[in-house]
């Protein structure tokens, strides 16, 4: 019963440590910022970079090794963003934009608030699977390294994620989390697309 209590109680702690950290993040705001974290979070702006990455892989690795990996940067998209619905309702942490503490200490709000559950962040885990699974299906072509691609992306998932804090509809437990259940489905992803290469020969 005591070890039960200590557990619930740090729990508590990290979650009230949580909501701190997300306001000060959050506080950090001006009319130009918002502006640039909305298009930011919009993941219709980046359909273009989604496609070039697609191109880039046929033209590194040949079509079929090609359209083996575009099918796993899918699968592991996919699977981040179903696997979020579900853990959403199972957990059921109130997202920011709900939570009316977070409203009462100043939560800065860029987006219509949704569906009430946040955690984790599909945003985060879509964009670091999708970083993961592409550059490990990159590293197919064994004439170049990519190790600049992973960098850059893994910059750009970085923001994509903390953009969910600056627009007010994630905790950043919740990206944080998102980030690691990205990470470890991009890497089960592009470990199938790697299976499935070898044992089809392609």
């Known amino acids: 019963m005591?070890?039960?209590s200590a557990i619930s109680g740090a729990l508590r702690s990290l979650h009230h440590l949580?909501?701190?950290?997300?306001l000060a993040i959050n506080s950090c705001n001006s009319p130009l910022s918002d502006t640039v974290w909305?298009?930011?979070?919009?993941?219709?702006?980046?359909?273009?970079?989604?496609?070039?990455?697609?191109?880039?892989?046929?033209?590194?690795?040949g079509w079929k090794k090609g359209l083996v990996a575009i099918l796993a940067c899918i699968l592991c998209v996919v699977a981040c963003d179903q696997l979020a619905n579900v853990i959403k309702e199972a957990v059921q942490r109130l997202r920011p934009v709900f939570d009316q503490e977070m409203i009462a200490r100043?939560?800065?709000?860029?987006e219509v608030?949704?569906?009430?559950?946040?955690?984790?962040?599909?945003?985060?885990?879509?964009?670091?699977?999708?970083?993961?699974?592409?550059?490990?299906?990159?590293?197919?072509?064994k004439s170049r390294s990519y190790n600049a691609y992973l960098v850059l992306m893994s910059i750009w998932a970085f923001v994509v994620g903390m953009s969910?804090?600056?627009?007010?509809?994630?905790?950043?437990?919740d990206v944080l989390a998102g980030f690691a259940v990205?990470?470890?489905?991009?890497?089960?992803?592009?470990?199938?697309?790697?299976?499935?290469?070898?044992?089809?020969?392609?």
Request: proline share 2%.
């Open 164 to 173: 969910r804090v600056f627009v007010g509809k994630h905790f950043l437990g």
């Open 38 to 61: 909305q298009v930011i979070t919009d993941h219709r702006t980046w359909i273009v970079l989604y496609i070039g990455i697609a191109v880039l892989m046929v033209m590194r690795l």
């Open 18 to 22: 949580d909501k701190d950290i997300t």
């Open 113 to 141: 608030p949704g569906k009430p559950y946040g955690f984790y962040s599909a945003h985060a885990a879509n964009t670091a699977g999708f970083v993961v699974c592409s550059w490990m299906g990159l590293r197919q072509d």
């Open 106 to 110: 100043g939560l800065h709000v860029l």
């Open 182 to 202: 990205g990470i470890a489905i991009g890497l089960l992803c592009s470990f199938v697309a790697s299976l499935a290469v070898r044992k089809l020969k392609i």
């Open 2 to 4: 005591e070890s039960s």
